[in-house]
């Protein structure tokens, strides 16, 4: 049984009240968690810690992160084990997907930090000078679904722009951040300089939202969560990034190469049981191949492996709208059946004969459900690619039209032939119900920092 502990000025604190992280593979206790309800001892550390973190150059600070990333990589076999037990999500995913990139999530950061150039603007008579400074405190909020992969993601900016930091990683999947804090440990990051809490998002989560002195915020997580933290940061006038939902679409024009668009739709459907942000719910296909499609796609996703969803209530959630998709007309081709075997386990499911607009089709399920939709013309595929409140994600398959139907997809981020294909440097969030802000390269130095103009009038 793992004790998780909270990692506060560069102590494991323990509190009288925990409470269990379930396994979704088979409902078995695997941890024990504190239930955290107040964060001032974290922010006390935090502040202490800063200043002296600010002041050290972003040279030092980037060698800071390397040590992090080069100790994670060391143990990199054990974060994929945590992953997996936590999760329930197949090893090689845990260890290609969530493990390896919370290695570059802090190695990337800080290549990008030594090479980050700073900006001058010149006048006749003048010259401006863009100073970026730390913002003091930050406040990181992560989800269950890429628990270490999305939590690295926003400390390692955090961390190189010079601010401290009071993060909560989700109650349901805390295993990675509490080895994280170890790591910290272990490498001796600085007292204070990152310090992680665990505990329920209402209780802790609200708290860190809800702290006078932490003044920026980086969510990530539902749309309706999006909703109460910005509800409770903007009269506060926090710094705030959301990232949250969507209901991405997978456009296969007539034009596409199959032998890619199959495979890689397969991979955007049901990649970590659908449990990303950025996956493919929906598969837009052109009537004219349609068929040929579809009979490949079932027969691929037989062979496609995929683990348990998070939990049971998420199981339950899934389930629901498997059934809302056959009281609103829908045709089940594949799965929709609890396998009868122990754990959060859900048979791939795709549904076909639903109208784009109905709910199943526009509301965020996030889990391994998808439905197909036939369409006639790449205008009526854009239309319906568009016709959710959502907009994160998506991809188009086409051998010649791929760039020139992304461009009319309303969403933040849209792959042509490929998905889930990342450069980290490039603009990573939604537009819409999919959140504020963007993460990724400057965009995340932009947020984690203060830009600050010295105009200076030459003599
Ligand atoms: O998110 P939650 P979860 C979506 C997807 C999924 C839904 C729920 O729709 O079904 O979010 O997933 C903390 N104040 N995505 O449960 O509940 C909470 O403890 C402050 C998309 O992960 O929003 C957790 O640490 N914090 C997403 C974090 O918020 C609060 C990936 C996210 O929890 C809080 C995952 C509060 N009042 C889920 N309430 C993406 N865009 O990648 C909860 N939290």
Known sequence: MIQVK??????????????????????????????????????????????????????????????????????????????SMDTGKPHHVALNVDASRSVNNFRFFADFGRNMESQTFEMS????????????????????????????????PALLMGNSIVAKPSEITPLTAHFLANICSQVGLPAGVLNIVHGYGPEVGQAIVEHPEIKAISFTGGTSTGKIVAATAAPMFKKLSLELGGKNASIVLEDADLDVAVPGVLRASFLNSGQICLCGSRVLLHSSIYDEFMERYLQELKSFEIGPVISDEHRSKVVSYIDLAKQEGGNILAGGNIPDK??????????????????????????????????????????????????????????????????????????????????????????????????????????????????????
């Open 342 to 459: 122990v754990g959060a386990w859900i048979e791939p499911t795709v549904i076909s004969g639903l109208s784009h607009t109905s709910r199943t089709a526009t509301e965020e399920i996030f889990g391994p459900v998808v439905t197909v939709h036939p369409f006639d013309s790449d205008e009526e595929a854009i239309e319906m690619a568009n016709s959710t409140q959502y907009g994160l994600a998506g991809s188009v398959w086409s051998k010649r039209k791929g760039r020139e139907v992304a461009e009319k997809i309303d969403s933040g981020m849209v792959w042509v032939n490929t998905w889930l294909h990342r450069d980290l440097r490039v603009p990573f969030g939604g537009v819409k119900d999919s959140g504020v802000g963007r993460e990724g390269g400057m965009w995340s130095l932009g947020f984690f920092s203060e830009a600050v103009n010295i105009c200076v009038m030459e003599d």
């Open 6 to 83: 909270n990692y506060i000025g560069g102590e494991f604190v323990t509190l009288s009240e925990d409470f269990d992280d379930i396994s979704p593979l088979d409902f078995s206790v695997i941890a024990k968690v504190p239930r955290t309800r107040n964060v001032d001892d974290a922010v006390d550390a935090a502040k202490k810690a800063q200043p002296m973190w600010g002041a050290l150059s972003i040279e030092q600070r980037c060698d800071w992160l390397d040590k992090i990333a080069n100790e994670l990589e060391n143990q990199i076999e054990e974060i994929a084990r945590l992953e």
């Open 125 to 156: 008579d003048a010259t401006n000078y863009v100073v970026r400074k730390p913002i003091g405190i930050v406040g990181l909020i992560s989800p269950w679904n890429l628990p270490l992969y999305l939590l690295s993601w926003k400390i390692a």
